[in-house]
């Protein structure tokens, strides 16, 4: 279902092509990360720490250097020591001390599952062996598992050079930053308001979970060029981490991109890629190196669990006046979580004008936290949108009704940054209003509906195209945007909409860092919208040139041609014949040789993105299993492209959100060693654990884009946990404020209530 | 020392014979030695079904299984679902309903999806959601998935079968938004 | 992986004079569903593997109501649920092997291999437990019967001596007004291992309602499955109604000695034992109530 509000008649955009490299898809043909070889290749294996937080004495690698087939033993006495401060790697700043210390660690292991020393063997079983014969002494140290925990005066300290600005620079720490966000006064703000909600909520640590394992081919060869063959969200960025911890100029890298088996933000950094290389340097043979499960679920980036207080004040007639917040993420082992854009979107839907708002990036014994869908919204919507259902509640206003009265809107300012251009939030409540799900009636015992909404920035960034016109008038379109959920489509699609080709007349081609200018990665729910604008200019700039052979044929200026439903025809008529794209594509040579078309941008204004989620679930009173019953998501797409492409995303992260609420989590024992390390007991949703998912696409185009392209991939996971948190209120008369809100504690929480009945009804005799 | 041994076995319809260790997996033995990678590994521990193929017509974490004990058996995988040029209805209808984003999990669906219509050609959604409970997929939802396998159960039903002939490569956009959007309604 | 040598012996006899022979670095293999991720975490490291699947007593199904039922070890999950006898005559067993798992791992894996691998949470175990099975094991030294609730004896440990096979399971053809019954909690829908898991038969007089015979077993609330014999008493000769149901349920839950980890709080899986408990006996008696075999 598709409410276009702009007011173009596409031709393609907004069609359902089948996507061009599907068929190999469907065949087993494509080609991912680990299904490349190479003659004499051999296999990579690491070994990790099975310590949590420990300093590393000795590592002695004889025995494994010594077994037969093994042919490399790596540890970080083998990488090039870098500055332990913020440096440009690419177009990112970035500590590549800590990241060279993640790649292999220097001294210290600081999560289980760090790396320690990799292996370099004829086969994979071998390479296997032989990390079990690799001695490490280790000195544990006490483990740092949560915030609270890390944040204590006195707490084991990570990183002994870690300082904050607000502690000074002799003071160790686990807070590697405190962010502050303000407008108005909160305190005057809470005096205004008739009913305060302030609640302390807590959201496990979780993983993208995509399904293929981090993976590597690093080809070093004797001119001093290295070749990667990865499966990665950026092609540019592992060129650029891997230059800097390797000590290898950008120039000699070349980075293949490999088919993409999901990323959700956590292939946006480099673990095994230098390890290829660095192995290949030293055997001179081709290294693969693939994940296990485990290695990935332990050591690569999962997002931050976090602690988040979050207090809001409204008046009587349902205006929100006031809202004051505290968050604190677990960034991992080193620096960096998403807490700054938890802060920057927990109350940004709302116009709300007192707001205060700390954030504390704060460092632990678990991997270092990666990007993951709307990184660090969903922590807080979970948060924000729980208390604006309980606010509304107490208001006695519908919760949809509450986010109109409060809903940002063109003019609203956000947290940070100009005020808001166009968007479509309040579509997207209204939408809901509107469906069929919020029309039908919820009946039967333990049933409830929760609602929730989320914002997510987007991102615009860099990306480059070249448009080929060849011979037969078909058309190549070149991008440096990995394809990781039909983006190739949406490409082709934008270039054959200007050419007016038909889209089985579009290659659509993910080129190699070689031969494609810069492209930052894909992620930010970026690739529709930058990329795709850099095809649509470069599509532009070959209809330009185009024009102009046209103009010459016909002895015109360019001015006089006219291009329409894939006919070029003179402005005013006379006499010559119109031409389509191939019958003219072929005289090409002979009006000045071949056409290529290309653009590259650095987008700016980036429209943000919005979605509400309806849920309706069924929790069975004995055992806390919560059922889903029913999903309906609406959310601004700008303009959809490849609809069932958009439709895939708001079904994608409507479930990865449902996980979140319900299953998943990150489960460390005492000694912080990680329990749960393969997917039967990390708990991601199976098709019996979700019902169809209905989606409803709003188009208010971004103002200033071509095509009005609104990134899509991210916001949808946004709402999920806070409305089925609203919806198991409902049904049960409990607020969870513990992501996730899995049988045992949700069992919990409901004896927890019906003792403190019982107890009430006793008082009452 | 340990011997190698030495397997024979009938993959996607032609004898095979190979010398296999035995620690070795049989995805490890189709993707390694034999080159059909279409077989993916998303966990070694039988938990994503990425790694599904069909063995004397039951599915089976091919990662949980030996290479050496495929001998004499029947082997099925992606690369054999196809007909020469011609792509099996599941196929046909995981590209029309869009049911891959990433696609690494899509072998395992088609291959867990075939079983079933092999042994049931009038599942339920019930039946099918059960059947495919064996096979992750972090990217869809599952949605569209399950709409493409009613979708080619519905034609397998009608008699088109498992050896459907539809002439795969892309569509027209117009013919291709055309079937899209009826059976989106439709389905819906 | 380590190295490993492969063996698959055709007869009993070959394959038990192969697991004498290597002792302790020898191991079964039935399914695999175990053992190989087993071998490939290095948690198991045997050198050779002897593949019994080959052997026909291991893949036996037969079933008569005058002499119960032979069932292989080796039989997969799948087959078992295929099998019409086994759904009509022991429904709970049946659900329970059907709970394994996927129907991947359901196509390989059998019920010997879940009771072998000496998991408390195995979801079959407590099925074979409530239905009274025995095991059938061959050794170096000859057969010996071994009821299936001793048979596992600690966590990933069982009677069997090295050089022993599980060859088959031998369960009695239901009496006239039983049935069984097998429930497990997990998370989600599938694909999880049990957070509790309660197998129950139960044999009813129906001219006054009162149970003849029962048995409760209990699995994933201690170190090995538990066959809760308070429980399954307090119901004999009782009649069955929602007194006794919560009499046994929490007689149930009272042997239970679960510990707290990533799959569920320990005062959690007690809660469940009752609440499984309760919902496994009714319906046990429900479909005893039907059974009007023999
Ligand atoms: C994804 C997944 C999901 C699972 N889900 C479940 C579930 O829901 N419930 C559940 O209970 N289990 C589950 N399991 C575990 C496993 O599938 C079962 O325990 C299964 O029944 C094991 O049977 P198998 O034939 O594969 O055993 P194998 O792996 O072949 O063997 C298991 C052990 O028993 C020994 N053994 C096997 N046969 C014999 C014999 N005849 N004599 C002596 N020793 C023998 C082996 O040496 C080994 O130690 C799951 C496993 C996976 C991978
Ligand atoms: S790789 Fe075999 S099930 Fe995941
Ligand atoms: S399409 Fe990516 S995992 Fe299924």
Redesign the interface.
């Known amino acids: ?1 598709a409410a276009s509000t702009n007011g173009h008649d596409y ?2 955009i907004g ?9 190999d ?8 990360g ?2 490349y ?1 190479f003659p004499g290749m051999l296999f990579g294996k690491v070994l990790r720490s099975p310590h949590a937080h420990a300093l590393i004495k000795s590592i002695k690698v004889d025995k494994a250097r010594a077994l037969p087939g093994v042919k490399a033993v790596v540890t970080s006495a083998d990488l090039p020591e870098l500055a332990d401060k913020m440096e440009a790697a690419g177009e990112q700043a970035i500590n590549l001390a800590h990241l060279s210390a993640n790649i292999l660690a220097r001294g210290k292991a600081l999560y289980d599952g760090h790396a320690i020393a990799a292996v370099a063997a004829t086969s994979s ?1 071998i390479a296997e062996e032989a990390l079990r014969l690799i001695e490490v002494e280790y000195e544990l140290l006490p483990p740092v598992m949560s915030v609270e925990d890390a944040m204590k005066p006195g707490a084991p300290v990570l990183l002994p050079t870690l300082r904050n600005k607000e502690d000074g620079p002799d003071k160790e720490t686990n807070v590697a930053a405190h962010m502050q966000f303000k407008r108005g006064d909160v305190a005057e703000g809470f005096k205004a308001a008739d009913f305060v909600v302030e609640r302390e909520f807590k959201t496990a640590m979780v993983h ?6 981090h993976n590597a081919v690093g080809i070093y060869s004797a001119d001093g060029h290295a070749t990667i063959y990865c499966s990665t969200q950026g092609t540019f960025v592992v060129r650029s981490l891997c230059s800097a911890v390797l000590g290898i100029a950008e120039g000699k890298i070349k980075v293949v991109p490999a ?6 933000g956590g292939k946006t950094t480099v673990y095994l890629e230098p390890l290829s290389v660095l192995l290949s340097k030293i055997t001179g043979h081709p290294v693969k190196l ?1 994940m ?2 485990g290695e990935v679920l332990r050591a690569t980036g999962p997002t931050s669990g976090s602690t988040i207080r979050c207090k809001m004040g409204a008046t009587k007639d349902g205006k929100l006046v006031a809202a004051q917040c505290w968050l604190a993420y677990e960034a991992g082992a080193y620096p960096g979580s998403p807490v700054g854009a938890g802060a920057m979107t927990i109350v940004t839907p709302y116009n709300i004008p007192n707001i205060l708002i700390d954030a504390y990036d704060v460092v632990v014994n678990r991997p270092k936290t990666a990007a993951y869908r709307a990184p660090g919204a969903t922590n807080a919507a979970m948060a924000s949108e729980t208390v604006v259902d309980e606010l509304a509640e107490k208001c006695g206003i519908d919760p949809l009704e509450f986010r109109l009265k409060n809903a940002s809107a063109e003019g609203t300012p956000q947290t940070v940054g100009p005020p808001f251009k166009r968007i479509g939030f309040v579509e997207t409540v209204e939408a809901i209003k509107n469906s069929p799900h919020y029309k039908s009636k919820l009946t039967g015992p333990n049933r409830g509906r929760g609602v929730a909404s989320g914002f997510w920035f987007n991102v615009g960034l860099q990306s480059s195209a070249t448009v080929n016109i060849h011979t037969d008038g078909t058309v190549s379109v070149v991008t440096g945007s990995v394809d ?3 983006t190739r489509a949406a490409q082709a ?1 934008i270039a ?1 909409e200007v050419l007016g080709a ?3 007349d579009v290659r659509p081609i993910v080129a190699d860092t070689d031969s494609i200018g810069h492209t930052d990665v894909t992620g930010g729910s970026r690739t529709a919208f930058a990329t795709g604008w850099a095809v649509y200019d470069a599509a532009q700039d070959a209809l330009r040139q185009l024009k102009e052979r046209v103009a010459k044929t016909w002895e015109k200026k360019p001015e006089e041609v006219a291009f329409a439903n894939g006919l070029f025809s003179p402005v005013s008529g006379n006499g010559v014949k119109p031409m389509t794209l191939k019958q003219l594509a072929p005289r090409l040579a002979r009006t000045g040789g071949p056409i290529v078309g290309r653009a590259t941008v650095n987008a700016r204004g980036v429209g943000p993105a919005f979605a509400t989620t309806l849920v309706d679930v069924e929790v069975d009173p004995d055992t806390g299993k919560v059922k889903i019953l029913r999903v309906t998501v609406a959310q601004d797409v700008g303009k959809a492209i ?1 609809p ?2 958009v ?3 708001m ?2 992260g ?3 959100g449902i996980g979140w609420a319900l299953n998943e989590e990150y489960f460390y024992d005492e000694k912080g060693v990680l329990r749960n390390t ?3 007991d990390y708990r ?5 654990d ?1 019902p ?3 989606t409803i696409m709003v188009e208010v185009p971004t103002p200033g884009h071509p095509l009005g392209i609104r990134g899509v991939g991210e916001v949808p996971i946004v709402p999920p946990p806070a409305a089925v948190a609203n919806a198991i209120y409902r049904a049960t008369g409990v607020r969870m404020l513990e992501l996730p809100m899995s049988p045992p504690r949700l069992m919990k929480a409901m004896l927890k209530k019906r003792a403190a009945g019982d107890s009430q009804a006793a008082a009452a005799d | 020392m ?2 190698k ?1 030495i397997v024979e076995a009938t993959i996607n319809g032609d004898p095979v014979e190979l010398l296999c ?5 049989l995805l490890e033995v189709l ?2 030695e034999l ?16 790694c ?1 193929v069909i ?1 004397d017509s ?4 091919s ?4 290479g ?2 495929a001998a004499g058996k029947n082997i099925t ?3 054999g ?2 007909t020469g040029a011609t ?1 099996h209805v599941l ?1 046909q209808k ?5 049911s ?8 395992g669906f ?1 291959m ?1 999806a075939k ?1 079933l219509l092999d042994h049931n050609p009038t599942p339920t959604e019930a039946d099918i ?18 709409k493409a396998v009613i979708d080619a159960a519905k034609h397998v039903a009608d008699g088109v079968g498992t050896t459907h002939h539809g002439k ?7 013919e ?2 055309r079937d ?2 009826g059976k ?1 309604e439709e389905v ?1 | ?6 063996e ?1 012996p055709k007869t009993i006899a070959e394959a038990v004079k192969l697991l004498a022979a290597h002792g302790e670095k020898a191991r079964p ?1 039935s ?3 175990d053992l ?2 087993q ?2 975490a290095g948690t198991r490291r045997p050198e050779f ?1 002897v ?1 019994v ?1 080959q052997i026909p007593e291991l893949h036996r199904i037969s079933f008569s109501l005058q002499h119960g039922l032979h069932l292989g070890a080796a039989v ?1 999950c ?1 087959e078992l649920h295929e099998n019409a006898d086994m759904r009509r005559y022991y429904p709970g067993l049946t659900e329970a092997a059907h709970l394994i ?5 359901q ?2 894996a059998s019920v010997g291999g879940n009771l072998c691998n000496g998991s408390p949470a195995g979801d079959a175990t407590p099925a074979l437990i409530a239905l009274g099975a025995k095991a059938r094991v061959v050794g170096p030294n000859g057969e010996r019967i071994v009821p299936v609730e001793t048979f596992i004896t600690g966590p990933g440990r069982t009677v069997l001596q090295p050089g022993e096979l599980l060859v088959e399971f031998l369960i009695d053809a239901p009496a006239k007004h039983s049935s069984d019954a097998y429930l497990r909690f997990i998370p989600r ?3 999880d291992i049990a957070v509790v898991g309660v197998g129950g038969a139960l044999t009813l007089d129906l001219d006054d309602d009162r149970v003849v015979d029962a048995r409760i077993a209990l699995g994933a609330v201690g170190p090995t499955p538990i066959f809760a014999a308070e429980a399954s008493k307090s119901l004999i000769g009782k009649k069955f109604d929602a007194a006794a149901i919560e009499n046994a349920a929490r007689l149930a839950t009272s042997v239970a000695t679960p510990i707290d980890d990533m799959r569920g709080t320990a005062e959690y899986r007690r809660h469940i034992v009752g609440v499984l408990t309760s919902r496994v006996l009714t319906i046990a008696a429900e479909r005893a109530r039907h059974n009007e075999q023999r």
């Open positions: 279902m031709k393609v069609t359902r092509p089948i996507r061009h490299d599907g068929v898809k469907v065949t087993g043909r494509a080609k991912y680990a299904d070889s079983h993208q979970g995509y399904i293929e394992p088919e993409i088996g999901g990323g959700f693939v296990t499960r990781i959920g039909g699609m054959a038909d889209i089985n490849h069932a492409y439709e895939g995303q079904q994608g409507t479930a990865q393969g997917l039967l991601m949703p199976t098709c019996l979700l169809e998912m209905e | 340990v011997k041994v260790e035995p620690r070795q997996s993707r390694d080159e059909l990678t279409g077989s993916k590994e998303g966990c070694l521990t039988g938990d994503c079904g990425a599904t063995v039951r599915p089976v974490c990662c949980l299984m030996l050496v004990e995988t992606v690369e679902l196809a792509l196929q995981f590209l029309e309903h869009a891959l984003q990433c696609g690494i999990c899509t072998p088609l867990s079983s959601r059960y059947a495919l409970a064996g096979n992750l997929c972090r990217c869809t939802g599952y949605d569209k998935i399950v795969v490569p892309r569509k027209s956009a117009s291709a938004t899209m959007l989106g819906k | 992986m380590h190295a490993i040598n492969y698959s293999l399914g695999g569903t190989i991720i071998l490939r593997v593949d699947k997969s799948i798992g996927s129907l991947q791992i196509s390989r829908n599938e694909m």
